[in-house]
């Protein structure tokens, strides 16, 4: 469930709510509810800053409705209006905003309850919280939300729950994700089977809204005890849309050696420490996964974590003779399993935090207090109040350690400097402690103001911040509550130590430095084995070129004398491998939504898919190819143009393309004089002025493009460091709104860990930043020629704007002169980005022009995440409204990733032999209403089944008028070099200029 959470954020594809369903209330939908607002009020995704999930959603709201003017959503984040101000400006915004008919079925106030988050006001804030949870509103807190009523009926949580699906729907277009957690808790309780019918009644009705995804998770046996209380409509609903996903309780000796091994990698690279590729279960002995095996998930990752604890108090590697021991076991014992139940019971009722910020510091203390008891033997914590602040001093065992911190709660405008105030008087009055400010909305993080700069020198001079949202003081308050009724138990001690249900909240774990503190507590001057270096490992291969395909056979089908076609008419591909064979044409508009071509080597994909360039260009509809082996070159070589044909037609029609086509080959990665380079920014033009979360999502695939080029991994502190890199990325493109993002400009403000920058990476450590810059410093080195500000930037519109009046442009660009994969991908990738930028730019309802990625499989894999998957998966989604057709090329179809399919309406498949193409092509051609997949290996050259909407046809190609053979690099090079500025082609037959 939490692999699920983070990669639905980490993608932004949605907001996601997870709870424990094993409340024993009868309103289920009031306990979805309060349970989403506790999810949507933690951090949105770590890596991305301290922003929560609301926040998120709220400026989602804002930026993206179409209807909140640049100066409306200026004055929404001032946090110093007045209440009649804020009515002023939300209550218009929102009447405006309703009447779009995407927001329609949204409940107006939810609208207006987002837009008052804006301002990040702490009174307001609580209100719109309260509105939210659909708990009861004072007469002062409607009045203060412009006469808002409260939502406290019955079925007012499932409406607010409706409508934040339908909000998520219209301002994001991601998925509202509901995971249901061991729903087998109900069994035990009475009315077992009454409960159960109730809840899914809800999920069965929250999940008819169509973008909403509800995940149950519960043990088959009680399912199947429960599913009988059901009735049929409900059943089929959870079994058979879509069937159920049975998972294995317990694990086998290879996957716990899996796991462990995972695990202690990410441990090892966190800690910077190599080791020894052949013992990957080092510290442990490799029978301690056969001596695991059999346990389940859960166990298992429990044992780890004792073994981790065990060793940070102590200071020691595990005890390799008892590490394993039977009386260590990770099931819950039944007397905490039933405090459990309770607390979750507890958690479900409301508990209101006070509008007072001195009895907030009082529930801070007794809360940090309580986590020292929850920490157990070695932690012990205690606090004073001293006015408006509080000194909380950490005393740590064996080692006698001691941490003191200062905490205030900061909570005032930042207009004025009154903020700035605080957290200066703050830092002063800490002396030498650590100087920790509070504060119950976001801190300010706009990089365009000076007290962003502020909060970053004070993070930077070893102060800490913490944002303790609403739903972390709610969790405070009912554990006071919950000990006053259980803790006079003799087992509550053990459970408080294993729930953990304060010190696992995200601002206490920030306030306390937990992670830190765990290490620091068991820290000791023993010594400790060192694990062993790694072995080298070898270099990946480089895959070599594939040979150029063979051009198919069939003769064009061609009119007697050459003209234009009409720019709306169909586009001819060929005919039917019939017995009287008829034309076969495919609608311009088709190519909208974009075309894949697959076959093997030698099966004529190429040809065939620049059939349908060649029509589009003499139609006027210009085209980009990226060409990795030089074939696609040919359009500029005028040996292709001139080569001999007996068939007069076809070079009539080959010189009515060569006449109104304006050919240019692009060389990015070559040096000097050579070719015609192609130089990229760090970013795409415009990243500054995109709405907050996607600019931030194209800040995270340009630190992807440029974590690939270094060789960075997608885990451990690869990852922390590509994090940092993308916010370094999106704070410096909000400063930089109009130049371009140099690498010099971030690779200084990298290595100077700017305040900016440090306030904006949240949690994690500035220490990463050094081997940061140093790499991207390296790259500066090796690779600065592909930034060169003085060469011709990338341009999707210079791309396809032609320099002759009567000619249509035709772009080539070759990746020979990149060198290996990485750069090809990083490349690859700052293009891809590129033509997003465009198609946002640019929407348009009708076909524009094309782009053509041949051996597409590099790009968008099966297997793996380069740094070109993602932003090719937004393309696919984002061209269409921009009438920009991608067209797909691969000679291995079993490598292509399929999951994109539904974003393509044409496909054309060649001969296809191999098992394990066919077998990824069965879910795409399934969806035909004619089974051809035993047909795919005899095919012939140029013989394809075109499928459309389910429609199968038997295809004879039509031959492309140029025949695409490899051209030598080198002479890609000066073809490209004569194609700056030049009317005519400029190279002569045999190279010479």
């Not at 008919?101 to 837009?115: M, S, W």
């Not at 059939?611 to 589009?616: F, N, P, S, V």
């Not at 109104?660 to 990243?687: E, M, Q, W």
């Not at 499928?947 to 199968?952: N, S, T």
Request: proline residues 7%.
């Amino acid at each position: 469930m939490r692999f699920f959470r983070n990669q639905t954020h980490e993608q932004q594809k949605g907001f996601f709510s997870y709870m424990q369903m094993t409340s024993a209330v009868s309103n289920y939908a009031r306990y979805v509810l309060r349970n989403t607002i506790d999810s949507f009020d933690k951090p949105y995704y770590e890596p991305f800053g301290p922003k929560t999930g609301l926040i998120e959603f709220s400026n989602a709201l804002a930026e993206s409705s179409g209807v909140v003017t640049p100066n409306e959503l200026a004055l929404l984040k001032e946090d110093d209006l007045s209440q009649e101000e804020l009515i002023d400006l939300i209550y218009p915004i929102a009447d405006r905003v309703i009447a779009l008919p995407q927001f329609n079925g949204v409940d107006i106030d939810v609208i207006r309850a987002l837009l008052y988050l804006q301002p990040g006001q702490p009174a307001i804030s609580a209100k719109v919280l309260k509105l939210l949870r659909c708990e009861p509103l004072t007469p002062y807190d409607s009045r203060v939300l412009g006469g808002v009523v409260g939502r406290d009926h019955d079925d007012d949580p499932l409406r607010m729950l409706r409508s934040f699906a339908l909000l998520i729907q219209a301002v994001t277009g991601g998925a509202f994700v509901v995971c249901l957690d061991q729903l087998e808790d109900i069994h035990s309780m009475d009315e077992a089977g009454q409960r159960f019918r109730r809840a899914v009644q809800t999920i069965v009705t929250l999940a008819e809204i169509p973008n909403v995804i509800v995940v149950l998770s519960c043990l088959e046996s009680f399912y199947d005890l429960l599913k009988q209380h059901l009735p049929k409509s409900h059943l089929d609903r959870l079994e058979l849309d879509p069937t159920p996903i049975s998972l294995s309780a317990r694990r086998s000796e290879d996957e716990v050696r899996q796991i462990l091994s995972r695990r202690l990698q990410n441990l090892y690279e966190l800690a910077e420490i190599s080791v020894n590729s052949d013992e990957a279960l080092y510290p442990f002995p490799d029978s301690i996964a056969e001596t695991l095996a059999g346990q389940t998930t859960r166990d298992v990752l429990e044992w780890c974590r004792r073994q981790r604890e065990k060793s940070i108090t102590t200071g020691q590697l595990p005890d390799l003779d008892a590490t394993a021991s039977g009386s260590e076991n990770g099931s819950k014992p039944s007397e905490d399993y039933e405090l459990s139940q309770h607390w979750n019971d507890h958690l479900a009722e409301s508990f209101e935090p006070s509008d007072d910020d001195r009895d907030l510091v009082y529930l801070m203390g007794n809360s940090i207090q309580r986590c020292g008891q929850e920490l157990g033997h070695g932690y012990h914590f205690t606090t004073q109040i001293d006015g408006e602040y509080m000194t909380a001093d950490l005393h740590l065992e064996p080692n006698n350690s001691r941490e003191s911190l200062r905490l205030g709660l900061c909570q005032k405008s930042s207009k004025g400097g009154a903020l700035a105030k605080q957290i200066r008087e703050l830092q002063q009055n800490a002396g030498d402690r650590i100087p920790v400010a509070l504060r119950t909305t976001e801190f300010p993080n706009n990089p365009r103001t000076q007290i962003a700069q502020q909060i970053g020198t004070f993070l930077s001079q070893g102060g800490r911040r913490a944002q303790v949202a609403d739903s972390d003081w709610r969790t405070m308050l009912a554990i006071q509550s919950f000990e006053q009724q259980y803790g006079d138990r003799p087992e509550y001690p053990a459970w408080l130590q294993a729930e953990k249900p304060l010190s696992q909240l995200p601002s206490l774990q920030r306030i306390l430095d937990l992670a830190n503190l765990k290490i620091a507590a068991g820290s000791t001057s023993s010594s400790q084995p060192q694990p062993t270096p790694p072995t080298p490992q070898p270099p990946a291969t480089k895959p070599g070129d594939n040979a150029p395909e063979d051009a198919p056979k069939p003769s064009p089908d061609l009119e007697a004398e050459p003209t234009l076609p009409e720019p709306v008419s169909a586009i001819p591909l060929g005919q039917t491998r019939t017995t009287v064979p008829t034309p076969v044409d495919l609608p311009r508009e088709a190519l909208v939504r974009h075309a894949a071509f697959l076959g093997g080597s030698g099966s004529g994909k190429t040809t065939l898919a620049l059939t349908l360039i060649e029509q589009l260009l003499l139609r006027g509809v210009p085209a980009i190819l990226l060409d990795r082996k030089g074939d696609l070159c040919s359009y500029a070589n005028p040996e292709a143009w001139e080569q001999p044909t007996d068939n007069p037609r076809l070079m009539a029609y080959r010189q009515l393309l060569r006449d109104h086509t304006d050919v240019a080959v692009y060389t990015p990665g070559t040096l000097g004089n050579a070719g015609r380079p192609l130089s990229i920014a760090i970013t795409p033009p415009g990243l500054g002025q995109l709405p907050s979360a996607e600019r931030q999502q194209m800040a995270n695939y340009c630190a992807a493009a440029l974590g690939g080029i270094m060789g960075y991994k997608s885990a451990g502190l690869d990852k922390i460091r590509m994090a940092i890199l993308g916010q370094a990325i999106a704070v410096l493109s909000t400063l930089q709104t109009d130049n371009p993002l140099s690498i010099d400009r971030l690779i200084s403000f990298i290595a100077e860990q700017d305040p900016l920058l440090v306030n904006a990476i949240g949690v994690l450590d500035p220490k990463h930043c050094k081997k940061l810059a140093e790499d991207l410093q390296t790259l500066s080195l090796m690779a600065g020629h592909l930034f060169n500000p003085q060469c011709e930037q990338l341009s999707t519109e210079q791309l396809l704007a032609s320099s002759h009046p009567q000619k249509t442009r035709l772009s080539v660009i070759n990746l020979g002169s990149l060198g290996d994969n990485a750069s090809i991908l990083f490349w690859v990738s700052q293009f891809l980005l590129n033509l997003n930028r465009y198609a946002q730019q640019h929407p348009s309802g009708q076909l524009q022009a094309v782009v053509l990625f041949d051996e597409a499989d590099l790009y968008l894999p099966a297997q793996g995440k380069p740094s070109t998957k993602e932003p090719m998966e937004s393309l696919l989604k984002r061209a269409r409204s921009a009438g920009l057709g991608i067209l797909l090329a691969t000679q291995s179809p079993g490598d292509l990733d399929y999951k994109c399919r539904d974003q393509i309406s044409s496909w054309f498949v060649g001969k296809v032999k191999e098992n394990t193409a066919l077998n990824k092509l069965k879910p795409m051609l399934s969806e035909a209403k004619t089974d051809v997949t035993s047909k795919l290996a005899n095919q012939q050259v140029g013989e394809f089944f075109a499928i459309r909407a389910g429609e199968v046809t038997s295809l004879k190609a039509n031959l492309s008028l140029i025949r695409a053979e490899q051209v030598p690099l080198e002479m890609v090079q000066a073809l490209a070099a004569s194609s700056v500025n030049q009317p005519q082609f400029g190279i002569r037959k045999g190279g010479a200029l």
